[in-house]
Each structure stands twice: as structure tokens, then as C-alpha cells.
């Protein structure tokens, strides 16, 4: 693929962790590190918050119901997330300046309170501060949306702030992405901390699914099965009276009510978003 070619091949660090240089070229083994070794959860992090009725929060690396697990699903490994109690599997590990991709497949089972609706995940990304801000579930992050029907959306989680262009349908929110639309920022109490998706890629039930993400600085760019269908500028939270740049921290996949799997999670350096994701 010609975006491809455009990736850093120097040594770039991320939270102290090193890319290894190497030759040009898409299929080289060494562009891309594993985040999920495909035998245990080393390098992450599980977080529980408080689980539905309860009025304690399980808290870190408490996870004695097993919500976050390794099974085999369809002869290869994956991380199961089995949505019991909501919370952030959380990689120990700051990234900024990166292409994430991963697998992700629906299993069956549904908890409480979201029994009875869509099922649901989500990829955070900048991920900083303490865990839990949002609702004792995730830390403050921006989201590429895990959910069905509507993969590849955005959410503000925890208040952090993006522009995006886009429209807005009878001048109501939320906002739909639409490159060479109206510029908004989201949230804002007009157009709450959603920004929908330009079109559906997911695949039927059953079927695995690749997420992409590519940020650099304050952009980045959601890619479902291999379309691009969100591009976000300006990421920034709010520190105290001041706005600040949000470029970098963890990473966390969303156990929030439904079963999930995930697989083949990697990462590499990115220098620039390739302009044919930006198009």
C-alpha cells in the first residue's frame, strides 16, 4: 500500500519504548510491535470501576471476576473482554506519533444496564490522568467508537476537545463528519460529545473487524476495514483556565456491557499522516 512508504524508519521513543530502525518497505516484520503478545496480558493494565448496583469501585489490577482474559476464538489467540463490569484494559505505555490497528469481534453476551441495547466498546487513545474521571469507568481521552453500527465515531471522553468539519442536520446536534464541511468544536453544549461517523463500514455480526488509527500531533484519522470515516484537528483538554495540547498517553479498550474480542493489536511510528488519509 503507497502510504506506507512514507513511515519513519529512525528510532522514535514512546514512553521509553524504542522503534528499531528499518528498511522501507510495508511487509517488514519490525515495523510494527505487538501491543498483545498472544499468551498473557503483559504490558497492560485492568481497570474496573463500579460495577452496576454497587457502590464501590473494584479499581486496578483487582480483576478477580476475570472481565479481561486471553481465549482462543476462531484457532488464534485474543484478548476477551467479557463487558461485565465497565472499564479499561490500559497499556502501561504512553504513545504519541503513531498507526495503531487492531481485530475486534462480538461475542454474545450482554450485562447489565446495557442488556437489552447495541453492544459496545471503544478504542481510547491519549489517555491521561487518573483512571476513572469518567464516571469511575475511563480516563480523560478522545475515542474512536467500538459500537455496533456506529464504529469509527467520536466521543469526548472526560471533556477533551477537537475540531472537526462537518454537518449538522436541521442545525441540531450532533455533528456528522464531512470533510470540507462547516469547522465545529466538539463538545460544546450545542453539539454535545459526539461526532458521528460520514458512512457504516462495519461488518456483520460474526465477522472480525480492523480498526486503524493514525495520529500525529493533534490530528488523527479513524479508518474502519479500510476507510477512512473521521479526521479530527486541534485535540486539546483544559488544564485550569488554559487550553493545552493532548498528543500523547495510554491506551485502553472499553469493557462497557458487551462481550468482545480482540487480536493482532500493534503499533508503529508514524512521522505524517499520509495525505491519501487526509483527502
Known sequence: MKPYRRYLSVVLFAAGVAFLPTAAGENEPADWKPLFNGRDLSGWDAWLGRPHNSKE???????????????????????LISGEIFGALTSKQDFSNYHLKLEFKWGEKKWP????????????????????????FWMQSLECQIQEMDCGDF????????DVEGERKNGKSPVIFKKGGDKFTVPT????????????????????????LLTVGQTSVHVVNGKVNMILTNARRKVGDKEEPLTKGKIQLQSEGAEVFYRNIAIRPLKEIPEEYLK
Do not use: F, M
Open 113 to 136: 444496564p446495557r442488556e437489552n441495547t447495541v453492544r459496545d466498546s471503544g478504542l481510547l487513545y491519549h489517555c491521561v490522568g487518573p483512571h476513572g474521571v469518567a464516571g469511575t
Open 57 to 79: 469501585i473494584v479499581g486496578l489490577n483487582k480483576d478477580s471476576r476475570q472481565v479481561y482474559t486471553v481465549a482462543q476464538e476462531d484457532g488464534k489467540p485474543a484478548i
Open 155 to 162: 466521543w469526548s471522553v472526560a471533556g477533551v476537545l477537537v
Open 189 to 212: 453544549k450545542e453539539t454535545g460529545p459526539r461526532i458521528i461517523k460520514n458512512a457504516d463500514y462495519e461488518k456483520p455480526h460474526g465477522q472480525w473487524n480492523t480498526i486503524e
